[in-house]
T-cell receptor, first 114, second 111 residues
Framework: DSGVTQTPKHLITATGQRVTLRCSPR?????VYWYQQSLDQGLQFLIQ???????AKGNILERFSAQQFPDLHSELNLSSLELGDSALYFCASSVAPLNGYTQYFGPGTRLTVL | GNSVTQMEGPVTLSEEAFLTINCTYT??????LFWYVQYPGEGLQLLLK?????DKGSNKGFEATYRKETTSFHLEKGSVQVSDSAVYFCAPYFGNEKLTFGTGTRLTIIP
């Protein structure tokens, strides 16, 4: 158990819908990262927050947004969903913006868009 | 630019065989280097890391040495077990506040 929690574990929805994925980092970790893992794209970095502020952005679509709240939990919002958004979405946390610090991964949310 | 190249899988070995999974990187500086493992149905876990040249990371019988001369961080294990079956990711940290993951290598160990 990494100490990072993600909810829900599974999500099934239809095209065009909007969903919210939630992540609680390990106690004491200020940085949160979101990743998308799909069969064709591999593991892709989406976005990073540190203590409530966006720090780095990767291959995140405009239909996707995220935020980190004062209690440090984070939410990833996916809207206008398409079939191709079906993937595993991982959240990870670390003590500080990564510089040799280990990232701890949650168990992931499996999103299926029908 | 910065990039990582990881040995393509899948890799299938018999129990107690020797394992090598190659990982090389291209970087303008000296990244920290990580190996993560993903067991079936789970999230990624840090397996080992090395933060400077000639450092050796080790954990659970796995080892990897940071080779600056060859820009490599190959993962090795002397005698694999069925429980090592997983997907392994090489992940350099190039200093841009995110890890860059390799494509992953799926390892299957046969009893």
């Amino acid at each position: 158990d990494s100490g990072v929690t993600q909810t829900p574990k599974h999500l099934i929805t239809a095209t065009g819908q909007r969903v919210t994925l939630r992540c609680s980092p390990r106690s004491g970790d200020l940085s949160v990262y979101w990743y998308q893992q799909s069969l064709d794209q591999g593991l892709q970095f989406l976005i990073q927050y540190y203590n409530g502020e966006e720090r780095a952005k990767g291959n995140i679509l405009e239909r996707f947004s995220a935020q980190q709240f004062p209690d440090l939990h984070s939410e990833l919002n996916l809207s206008s969903l398409e079939l191709g958004d079906s993937a595993l979405y991982f959240c990870a946390s670390s003590v500080a913006p990564l510089n040799g610090y280990t990232q701890y991964f949650g168990p992931g949310t499996r999103l299926t868009v029908l | 630019g910065n990039s990582v190249t990881q040995m393509e899988g899948p890799v299938t070995l018999s129990e107690e065989a020797f394992l090598t999974i190659n990982c090389t990187y291209t970087a303008t500086g000296y990244p920290s280097l990580f190996w993560y493992v993903q067991y079936p149905g789970e999230g990624l876990q840090l397996l080992l890391k090395a933060t400077k040249a000639d450092d050796k990371g080790s954990n659970k019988g796995f080892e990897a040495t940071y080779r600056k001369e060859t820009t490599s961080f190959h993962l090795e294990k002397g005698s694999v077990q069925v429980s090592d079956s997983a997907v392994y990711f090489c992940a350099p940290y190039f200093g841009n506040e995110k890890l860059t993951f390799g494509t992953g290598t799926r390892l299957t160990i046969i009893p």
